[in-house]
């Protein structure tokens, strides 16, 4: 694993672990860092609030940005910190199994002011956090599955050729979820062949498990 340091408010991230952003810290995080040393807590809840409801799924409309404008921050201050929050947000709730003291030491280098740190850790440990990772599954990509599976022996007695062929092939019909139906045939030696490599990628999955190399460590 290489080592990686991160050089901020004067400590260091652990050289055994990279922090929850990644190997640099993201162009949106680094644009908000000078600017998020004006906002007030009270201006922070209110930002984070709409971060949380963007996380969870709701439409922000430009007016709930706009509402947050004052004399010391300007809307294009206020767009700049709220991408940069969002970033870190999304950031952070990719990994499950990030411990909160970790997060706090990587929010410590990234200069993020002390006292946003208990409303930072609020989202990515609270209650919101499932609701939050049942929206974010849902807009991942995903391929079709597998919903059903038919199939049936047929066994040809003859052809326009031969009057004898007693030759079996495997009719098959799949659902995907999203409704559509494919029907194939499958010779006998075409079936075999489909047995021997699935056979085949499970063993090579089972071999891969089994390296060190792959195993997840806290």
């Given at each position: 694993m290489s080592i990686i340091q991160v050089k901020g408010s004067g400590k260091s991230v652990a050289p055994d672990r990279t922090p929850f952003f990644g190997?640099?810290?993201?162009?949106?995080?680094k644009s908000m860092i000078k600017p998020i040393s004006k906002i007030e807590q009270d201006l922070f809840r209110k930002l984070l609030k709409l971060l949380v409801a963007a996380l969870e799924g709701n439409e922000i409309e430009y007016d709930d940005i706009k509402r947050l404008e004052s004399e010391s921050l300007s809307e294009e201050t206020i767009v700049i910190i709220y991408a940069g929050f969002m970033t870190l947000l999304k950031s952070a709730l990719k990994h499950t199994s990030l411990k909160q003291e970790m997060f706090v030491e990587d929010l410590h280098e990234l200069q993020i002011p002390?006292?946003?740190h208990n409303d930072l850790s609020s989202v990515v440990y609270g209650s919101r956090r499932p609701k939050i990772d049942n929206f974010s599954n849902e807009q991942r990509p995903r391929m079709t599955r597998l919903d059903n599976l038919k199939w049936r022996v047929d066994v040809a007695i003859s052809t326009s050729v031969l009057n004898r062929v007693l030759e079996p092939s495997i009719q098959m019909e799949m659902t995907l979820s999203d409704g559509t139906i494919q029907s194939f045939e499958v010779p006998i030696s075409q079936?075999?062949?489909?047995?021997y490599n699935i056979a085949f990628i499970l063993k090579e999955m089972e071999d891969l498990e089994k390296r060190s190399i792959l195993k997840i460590k806290d």
């Open positions: 190997v640099r810290v993201p162009k949106e995080i002390e006292i946003f079936f075999h062949k489909l047995r």
